[in-house]
């Protein structure tokens, strides 16, 4: 399998071969005494990382420094078409910053003319697998109910303009003169017939949270007074 720095490298090998018009084999700088241009990875940069929506694991994304260089008369003109190549596509990104001595002296040649070109790469993440499906899919509609109620005072004196709503839906009502509410299109799980129902109770300055047991068929909610 061919790894990232290996797919760029030979990616922009491939790219300097049309550019100069000459093969551009992937080498350290060498003295070679027929001249042309050489490819070599020099350096690995950071590029910044990108967050995925929905939790999903972006590729590890880096840039990864390539030197250019030529050996002998005949690697002028090449680089020259490199550069003109470059120019009017607008990419890949060059470089012109290959001139320190002790980069050449890393190599063991002397200084001669070359550019640094920097690539995008990037390494995918592996996706966890997801875990297996052990039994068949059942799919099941919960069923909608109507759920009457009252809201009244410590003192059992019936509260009006209550705003009632089913906590985690869009279903809400208000009371009436007398307290009570009627909500429309409660879900109802038959599987789990005691699972509570929680609501939120909005009014008179107060904001109140009640949990009542579906089964209740005519359920009383007691709102507190607000705290002074």
Do not use: K
Not at 173 to 193: E, I, Q
């Amino acid at each position: 399998m061919t790894g990232a720095i290996e797919a760029a490298t030979a990616d922009l090998a491939a790219w300097l071969t049309g550019a100069a018009g000459e093969p551009v084999p992937v080498g350290p700088p060498r003295d070679d005494p027929d001249g042309g241009l050489t490819v070599w990875p020099l350096e690995l940069r950071p590029a910044r990382q990108t967050r995925g929506s929905g939790g999903a694991r972006e590729p590890y994304r880096f840039v990864l420094r390539l030197l250019v260089c030529g050996t002998g008369p005949a690697a002028l003109p090449r680089l020259d078409r490199v550069l003109a190549a470059a120019a009017t596509a607008g990419e890949p990104e060059l470089v012109l910053d290959a001139g320190d001595p002790a980069l050449w002296r890393a190599f063991g040649v002397p200084p001669r003319p070359a550019l640094l070109v920097d690539v995008p790469a990037q390494i995918a993440r592996p996706v966890p697998p997801a875990p297996p499906v052990l039994r068949p899919l059942r799919l099941r509609q919960l069923e909608l109910r109507t759920l009457d109620g009252w809201v009244v005072g410590p003192q059992q004196q019936p509260l009006a303009a209550m705003r009632v709503e089913l906590v985690g839906t869009g279903t809400a009502t208000h009371t009436d003169s007398a307290g009570r509410f009627r909500l429309v299109g409660v879900p109802h799980d038959p599987d789990a017939p005691g699972r509570p129902l929680h609501l939120r109770l909005v009014g008179r300055g107060r904001t109140h949270l009640a949990e009542l047991d579906p089964a209740d068929p005519d359920p009383v909610i007691v709102c507190a007074p607000p705290a002074d």
